[in-house]
Nanobody, 126 residues
């Protein structure tokens, strides 16, 4: 039932900012936890941030602490990933995902998520 559509990727210079959006096609987004993952070329997919159904956020990467923020707007059925002070090592394809069965709890494991956005490229380069 849950379908996710992403937008907001692109090319940005080091130190710049981007905001990624993840919009849901569902009656209400309230019940779902939404996670952001990323996958760099030749690397494993890794969890970045997650927001629970209650609005609590969990960070899974020390490298993005203080730079990335996740937040949700349930009225707009959208979850955002605000990325500031971007670095070349942030270059990756970014994915949003909804948790299985709308349990509402965050996880760093891709297997705990059932609905995935299409992915969007973020490239940080001079």
């Amino acid at each position: 039932q849950l379908q996710l559509v992403q937008s907001g990727g692109g090319l940005v210079q080091p130190g710049g900012s981007l905001r990624l959006s993840c919009r849901a096609s569902v009656f209400t987004l309230d019940y779902y936890a939404i996670g952001w993952f990323r996958q760099a070329p030749g690397k494993e997919r890794e969890a970045v941030l997650c927001v629970s159904n209650s609005g609590g956020s969990t960070n899974y990467l020390d490298s993005v602490k203080g730079r990335f923020t996740i937040y949700r707007d349930n009225a707009k059925k959208t979850v955002y990933l605000q990325m500031n002070s971007l670095k070349p090592e942030d270059t990756a394809v970014y994915y949003c995902a909804g948790d299985l069965f709308a349990r509402g709890s965050c996880s760093h494991l891709p297997v705990d998520f059932g609905s995935w956005g299409q992915g969007t490229q973020v490239t940080v380069s001079s």
